[in-house]
């Protein structure tokens, strides 16, 4: 259940279940449904305040965060991930351009000289959320760059299309409430530097910023993809981690609310702000917003004469035709434009036929096309338009599954060629691998290097190590593997020994002995013990006694822990395969899937 619920597609099927519930009771008691979504709430303080149906509250108050964790992850990329090159985040840019153009010139098209032509917002935005889905229903272990490709074109194209609710679909602008609005979230940015309570005062300053926005005549919701998007996001430093043990250890000897409250505060610093609000946020849009959101704006009273009106209809034909087949063609003529050397652009991030399948992914029009419609239509115009949005949701996970399983028989030969002409992986590691200086187990020209960051101690680095034996057992010559060490000194109080004890038996040839056996027996690091192994593997004890006594390979760690430190690497294990940092869990299938994955990108033909 855990693993369904943290997944993507968990959120997509909830929100799918609330969509056929909202057909199925729009269908059966149309006049319920209508008015439940109709019933007027109202916030006030005093004489002043905001009065919204519930069907409003819903798409400008709780959507708002919906576009918060869109921004967040897309800073996450942008900050960590693949984006960090920042040219290359001119292709998902040109992407989404040519992904919202085509689609908009397409209902036009169907729409021209028509009143109905007004609505061609309806057709330009894709839902992030069903998307991401789809692609995570159809390919569960997608290429991380394909999900981050559509992920960042989705966000620019949220974006693009939050631009154009408010400048073609609002009727004023309140310009004092917009330089407040302005004011507001530069406060709101600042208070990162706050020493205390930045967490109340941000929600106040937050919802303060949101009544601005809605005041000044703007969708609210930009005002959280705006948040999101300068929420920035960063590894843990070893000094703030080092800090919590600490006050760990200081509040477990004297257990008063001062150190409860500063250990708290020095824990939760810690992990970057942007890491915090997804790990809180994404449960409640996945499984709460969004399938409110589908509970209420799906709903579209389903006759004979409806679909018999729209299947002619310029605005259903026009919506419909531009996501399905306006998003996929748009897609892939701004991403080549982005790449043409005569631009000077980046490689692309994508392969060509992987490109074809994230623009039919792309192809699902809800969230923001139910939005612009109920701002742009009226009546049977505006149940057209929302079947046509609906209609996608159906049709282009079903494209999108016809592109996939062409791509999947292509010649292999041209599947890796073409995966061999997108732009090289950025490396995370910063010190590579050095053979005079690193200790390696395996072939020297080995195709793949998985390198651990590891502690003695840290029981996590003995259940990977089973894992790791495995793998090495199974990939044969396609693997070498990298110890480097990270003593956690100030939660492993034996491991800074036992890594100098490491080292002493690689100064007599036996690290890899000595590694095997400290892995092996973690609850029995004191010096005796580490003597005792030592006689064990025949070693000069006089030597190795002299070598733990001087320190003398202390500075030998401290390399290792000074290039973990470059890296970002705070904790243990932490693995990197051919220099990228492996994310998520390390058990062998895991890691295993992975090595494979870059063996075989490793070995791809060198583009001209």
């Known amino acids: 259940m855990r693993s369904f619920l943290s997944a993507e597609t968990g959120g997509g099927a909830v929100m799918l279940a609330m969509t056929v519930v909202a057909l199925v009771w729009a269908n059966a008691a149309l006049h319920s449904y209508d008015s439940t979504w109709s019933t007027l709430l109202s916030v006030r303080i005093g004489s002043t305040g905001i009065a919204m149906d519930l069907r409003h509250w819903t798409n400008e108050g709780l959507m708002t965060l919906f576009f918060l964790v869109i921004g967040l992850e897309a800073k996450r990329e942008i900050d960590l991930g693949e984006l960090r090159e920042r040219r290359r985040i001119a292709i998902p840019v040109a992407a989404a351009a040519g992904g919202i153009a085509v689609p908009i010139l397409l209902f036009l098209v169907f729409n021209a000289g028509r009143s109905s032509a007004q609505g061609w917002g309806a057709a330009m935005s894709t839902d992030t959320a069903f998307a991401m889905g789809t692609l995570a229903?159809?390919?569960?272990r997608a290429a991380t760059r394909m999900r981050i490709f559509l992920l960042t074109l989705a966000v620019f194209d949220d974006l693009a299309a939050l631009v154009v609710i408010a400048i073609a679909y609002t009727g004023s602008i309140d310009g004092v409430a917009l330089a407040v609005a302005a004011g507001l979230f530069a406060l709101l940015v600042s208070l990162r530097f706050?020493?205390?309570?930045?967490?109340?005062?941000?929600?106040?300053?937050?919802?303060?910023?949101?009544?601005?926005?809605?005041?000044?005549?703007?969708?609210?919701?930009?005002?959280?993809?705006?948040?999101?998007?300068?929420?920035s996001a960063y590894p843990p430093a070893r000094d703030d981690l080092e800090q919590a043990s600490a006050l760990s250890r200081?509040?477990?000897?004297q257990p008063t609310p001062e150190l409860a409250r500063s250990l708290r505060r020095s824990v939760t610093s810690a992990i970057s702000a942007n890491e915090r609000l997804q790990y809180q946020l994404h449960p409640w849009v996945s499984y709460g917003v969004l399938p409110l959101f589908a509970l209420a704006n799906a709903g579209v009273h389903v006759t004979g004469s409806l679909l018999e009106t729209a299947i002619g209809s310029p605005v259903f034909l026009g919506i419909a035709i531009g996501y399905l087949a306006g998003k996929?063609?748009?897609?892939?003529?701004?991403?080549?434009?982005?790449?043409?050397?005569?631009?000077?652009?980046?490689?692309?991030?994508?392969?060509?036929?992987?490109?074809?399948?994230?623009?039919?992914?792309?192809?699902?029009?809800?969230?923001?096309?139910?939005?612009?419609?109920?701002?742009?239509?009226?009546?049977?115009?505006?149940?057209?338009?929302?079947?046509?949005?609906?209609?996608?949701?159906?049709?282009?996970?079903?494209?999108?599954?016809?592109?996939?399983?062409?791509?999947?028989?292509?010649?292999?030969?041209?599947?890796?060629?073409?995966?061999?002409?997108?732009?090289?992986?950025?490396?995370?590691?910063?010190?590579?691998?050095?053979?005079?200086?690193?200790?390696?187990?395996?072939?020297?020209?080995?195709p793949v290097t998985l390198l651990e960051y590891g502690d003695f101690e840290c029981p996590y680095c003995g259940q990977a190590e089973h894992a790791i034996r495995e793998l090495l057992l199974s990939v044969g010559s396609d693997v070498r593997y990298v110890w480097r060490h990270l003593p956690l000194n100030d939660v492993h109080p034996s491991?800074?020994?036992?890594?100098?004890?490491?080292?002493?038996?690689a100064a007599q040839d036996r690290f890899w002995e000595m590694h095997d056996v400290l892995l092996e027996n973690q609850d029995a690091l004191d010096p005796g013990e580490l003597r005792r192994y030592a006689a064990d593997l025949g070693l000069d004890l006089d030597r190795f006694d002299s070598d733990l006594r001087r320190h003398a390979h202390a500075d030998r760690i401290l390399t290792d822990v000074a290039s973990a430190d470059e890296s970002g690497v705070a904790g243990t294990p932490t693995f990197f395969i051919n220099g990228r940092r492996h994310y998520g869990v390390y058990d062998l299938d895991t890691l295993t899937e992975a090595v494979r994955s870059a063996k075989r990108r490793a070995t791809l033909p060198t583009p001209a």
């Open 495 to 505: 491991a800074q020994t036992a890594a100098e004890a490491a080292e002493a038996a």
């Open 194 to 231: 706050l020493p205390v309570a930045r967490t109340p005062a941000s929600i106040a300053v937050a919802i303060a910023l949101w009544v601005a926005v809605f005041e000044a005549g703007i969708d609210p919701v930009v005002s959280g993809l705006a948040f999101g998007l300068v929420t």
């Open 250 to 253: 200081s509040f477990r000897e």
């Open 137 to 140: 229903l159809l390919t569960p």
């Open 328 to 446: 996929p063609i748009g897609i892939s003529a701004g991403a080549w434009f982005a790449t043409r050397p005569m631009l000077r652009g980046p490689r692309a991030l994508i392969s060509g036929p992987i490109l074809a399948a994230a623009g039919a992914c792309a192809g699902v029009g809800f969230t923001v096309s139910l939005l612009i419609s109920t701002l742009a239509f009226k009546g049977i115009v505006l149940s057209e338009a929302k079947l046509a949005a609906l209609s996608t949701i159906v049709l282009a996970p079903v494209l999108t599954k016809l592109v996939l399983m062409v791509v999947r028989r292509l010649p292999r030969q041209l599947r890796d060629r073409q995966i061999g002409a997108t732009a090289e992986d950025i490396p995370d590691l910063v010190d590579d691998v050095d053979p005079e200086h690193d200790h390696i187990r395996g072939p020297d020209d080995a």
